[in-house]
């Protein structure tokens, strides 16, 4: 979130965990980095500034489901307790997988959260199905006396908290800057030509990569101007079909009865559309399957 454009007068909020960044008007000043105090539907909780560019200021307070209250930054003896609190979470996290181990519980370890102010420690996990984690709560309790809250997490979240190498080699898209989840469809793999394989449309997270999102928007307003795959047409009384688009050269190509194969631009089909008699009936229109 941050590029030349950014002139410091907005700052987004990034809170742990928290359902999106949130947009301010950088009235007090924070710099790039800094962490400061805000108050959550959670609790009392740290956040990271970051440079952004929108101008859209995000609800705050009563207006706000989550974020309530924006304090200052950490001084040096919060900070110093809050750099505690990163280093109890290790802890803790392993006596939660101790613990998960003891109860036998069908759970996977995720993460360890504390609050700011110590009034609540979340601890993530994912399960398959529901858990009857009762006994866990109480023993963790026990262990730590505050307030216990477990936070199961889908299998795309898991990804976004413990984050991983994605098939480009780079730390996944979810763990460093994307932070609300777009519905993603093998449609989206089709309209780019990219093969649909398993294993090289998926994330680490099993489902399909976040990143064919990106250029969809480009693929699918190139395509909407060339004839798909399938359809038939008449240009000078030659029948053909047409077997292939290419949204990169802005073409698509008809195979004629007479098996010779000719590239036509979307450019040539708009200044010659009324050569073209055009049929749709063979075209397959695929599912948006998510």
């Given at each position: 979130?941050?590029?030349?454009?950014?002139?410091?007068?907005?700052?987004?909020?990034?809170?742990?965990?928290?359902?999106?960044?949130?947009?301010?008007?950088?009235?007090?000043?924070?710099?790039?980095?800094?962490?400061?105090?805000?108050?959550?539907?959670?609790?009392?909780?740290?956040?990271?500034?970051?440079?952004?560019?929108?101008?859209?200021?995000?609800?705050?307070?009563?207006e706000s489901d989550f974020l309530k209250k924006i304090y200052d930054v950490l001084d040096e003896n919060?900070?110093?307790?809050?750099?505690?609190?990163?280093?109890?979470?290790?802890?803790a996290l392993e006596v939660f997988r101790e613990k998960v181990i003891k109860h036998e519980l069908p759970m996977k370890v995720i993460e360890v959260y504390y609050m700011l102010d110590k009034t609540r420690i979340m601890f993530y996990y994912y399960a398959e199905n529901k858990v009857d984690f009762r006994k866990?709560?109480?023993?963790?309790?026990?262990?730590?006396?505050?307030?216990?809250?477990?936070?199961?997490?889908?299998?795309?979240?898991?990804?976004?908290?413990?984050?991983?190498?994605?098939?480009c080699g780079r730390v996944t898209c979810c763990k460093r800057f994307l932070y609300d989840f777009e519905s993603?469809?093998?449609?989206?793999?089709?309209?780019?030509?990219?093969?649909?394989?398993?294993?090289?449309?998926?994330?680490?997270?099993?489902?399909?990569?976040?990143?064919?999102?990106?250029?969809?928007?480009?693929?699918?307003?190139?395509?909407?101007?060339?004839?798909?795959?399938?359809?038939?047409?008449?240009?000078?009384?030659?029948?053909?079909?047409v077997t292939n688009n290419n949204a990169m050269k802005n073409t698509f190509t008809v195979k004629f009865e007479n098996n010779e194969f000719r590239e036509f631009t979307s450019d040539y089909l708009k200044d010659n559309i009324d050569k073209f008699t055009i049929s749709y009936e063979d075209v397959d229109t695929g599912g948006d399957v998510d």
């Open positions: 979130m941050n590029c030349e454009c950014c002139d410091n007068k907005f700052v987004g909020l990034k809170v742990r965990n928290a359902p999106s960044i949130f947009v301010i008007e950088n009235t007090k000043k924070f710099k790039k980095d800094d962490i400061i105090a805000v108050q959550t539907e959670r609790g009392k909780e740290a956040c990271q500034v970051l440079m952004s560019c929108s101008d859209k200021i995000s609800s705050i307070g009563e919060e900070m110093i307790e809050y750099h505690s609190h990163l280093a109890m979470e290790d802890e866990l709560v109480r023993d963790l309790a026990s262990v730590y006396k505050t307030r216990i809250e477990m936070r199961q997490v889908g299998i795309r979240d898991e990804a976004k908290i413990r984050g991983g190498l994605g098939p993603i469809s093998m449609k989206m793999a089709k309209d780019q030509e990219i093969m649909l394989n398993p294993s090289k449309i998926s994330g680490i997270c099993g489902r399909l990569m976040c990143c064919l999102k990106y250029e969809q928007d480009f693929y699918s307003g190139i395509k909407a101007k060339l004839l798909p795959v399938g359809a038939t047409v008449v240009i000078e009384e030659n029948k053909g079909k």
